[in-house]
């Protein structure tokens, strides 16, 4: 299974939007509502951003938001703040009953 | 609250076995709804799925690993547990375990992950 595409990096400056893409297949991305997307400052765990592609999970900012179309799927960050700077990983189900992650992307808030 | 820890050896010589486990509080692992898994980050690298493995024990692996991975459950320890064999450099990085719901994408509890390394 081929990893999903995502951007290799974005920025936004603190109170602008971002969007960050996943691009898969129809055996994974484009099949299934099944896409995640996690937060990940170096040292620590992962955090659950966005499960199902567009539900958030208790405790998680509302200014993260998740939609899909297609085969590629999306994570919206509006009003950028600081604490957001972090890299961000999606992952899919596929048909194979597996899972695979994206390359990840790294947010910077200028 | 449920926590995961993994445990196991930081150092493992090249072409043998690594062997982590996850143990689970503050919640079952024979609970239904909940798949066990493990996911490893490189250093440098992105974040990788394993397998994962239902509290029943049926697992699914990554095909790239399939070969060398089994997943385990220990329901009298409240534990899972991950084994690699014939290990290289290549699988040097941080493994978490993680609990996802089932008919879900919902990976909601990780543990903090554990450096393995892989060196003679």
């Given at each position: 299974q081929s990893a999903l595409t995502q951007p290799a990096s974005v920025s936004g400056s603190p109170g602008q939007s971002i969007t960050i893409s996943c691009t898969g297949t129809s055996s994974d991305v484009g099949g299934y509502n099944y896409v995640s997307w996690y937060q990940h400052h170096p040292g620590k765990a992962p955090k659950l951003?966005?499960?199902?592609?567009s539900n958030r999970p208790s405790g998680v900012s509302d200014r993260f938001s998740g939609s899909k179309s297609g085969n590629t799927a999306s994570l919206t960050i509006s009003r950028l703040q600081a604490e957001d700077e972090a890299d961000y990983y999606c992952d899919s189900y596929t048909v194979s009953g597996t899972w695979v992650f994206g390359g990840g992307t790294k947010l910077t808030v200028l | 609250q449920l926590q995961l820890q993994e445990s196991g050896p930081g150092l493992v010589k090249p072409s043998e076995t690594l062997s982590l486990t996850c143990t689970v509080s503050g919640g079952s692992i024979s609970s239904s709804g909940y798949y066990w898994g493990w996911i490893r980050q490189p250093p440098g690298k992105g974040l990788e799925w394993i397998g994962n493995i239902y509290y029943s024990g049926s697992a699914y692996y990554n095909p790239s690993l399939k070969s060398r991975v089994t997943i385990s459950v220990d329901m009298s320890k409240n534990q899972f547990s991950l084994r690699l064999s014939?290990?290289?450099?290549?699988?040097?990085a941080i493994y978490y375990c993680t609990r996802r719901r089932s008919s879900s994408s919902c990976r909601d509890s990780w543990g903090q992950g554990t450096l393995v390394t892989v060196s003679s």
């Open positions: 951003m966005i499960f199902d592609v | 014939s290990v290289t450099a290549a699988d040097t």
